[in-house]
């Protein structure tokens, strides 16, 4: 029985863990797109979009590429050529 319980304590953290890191509000903005741009070569035009959608989404997905499934609104937002919005 403590087995289990350790187990669910663990996956409860390891969970909360990756949703703090895609859910942001527009007062974090900031810190997540500051994290997701990191090694943007186009600096400042990455955070200016990741600003944008995060402000429009409510989330900003973690990492410095990829994983955008974390934020599906993020993820599907284009331009007006069609092309993704969000880095």
Request: proline fraction near 3%; charged fraction near 20%.
């Amino acid at each position: 029985m403590n087995n289990i319980a350790a187990l669910l304590l663990l996956t409860l953290f390891l969970t909360s863990s990756i949703v703090d890191a895609a859910i942001a509000d527009s007062s974090n903005c900031d810190e997540k797109c500051g994290v997701r741009c990191a090694q943007a070569f186009l600096k400042d035009r990455c955070l200016n979009y990741c600003g944008i959608c995060c402000t429009e989404c409510k989330c900003v997905p973690s990492g410095t590429y990829g994983n955008q499934d974390e934020c599906p609104c993020y993820r599907d937002k284009t331009n007006s050529k069609g092309k993704l919005k969000c880095p």
